[in-house]
């Protein structure tokens, strides 16, 4: 059944198609300075890796010069790179961690 408005005209009601939010990778890169073992303790501290999960993510970062940590929401993404950053610079460690839209 529709709904009239004041100029007479029907409008159907219609189910509103809500977009999901984007989500964004979590990336981190690669650098000649920060210990291996670091970047596994990090994957599995910061993104709840097995160990075997983050030697294989730490690997790829080795390998390719970068490496997926996670697909989360915009403020989850946002705030995960951030403690990254904040952990490696506390221990004095050049790591790099970025986001982009997945």
């Keep these: 059944m529709g709904t009239h408005s004041r100029e007479g005209t029907v409008v159907a009601p219609g189910k509103a198609r809500v977009k999901p939010p984007p989500l964004f990778k979590v990336l981190l890169l690669n650098d000649d300075y920060t ?3 670091f970047v596994v303790i990090v994957l599995q501290s910061f993104f709840a890796m097995t160990q075997e999960q983050a030697y294989q993510v730490m690997l790829k970062v080795h390998r390719e010069g970068m490496g997926v940590c996670g697909v ?13 950053l904040n952990y490696a610079r506390k221990h004095q460690h050049p790591l790099q ?6």
């Design 97 to 102: 961690c970025v986001m982009e839209e997945s």
């Design 72 to 84: 989360y929401p915009r403020d989850v993404a946002t705030t995960k790179v951030e403690q990254v």
């Design 35 to 37: 210990p291996m073992e």
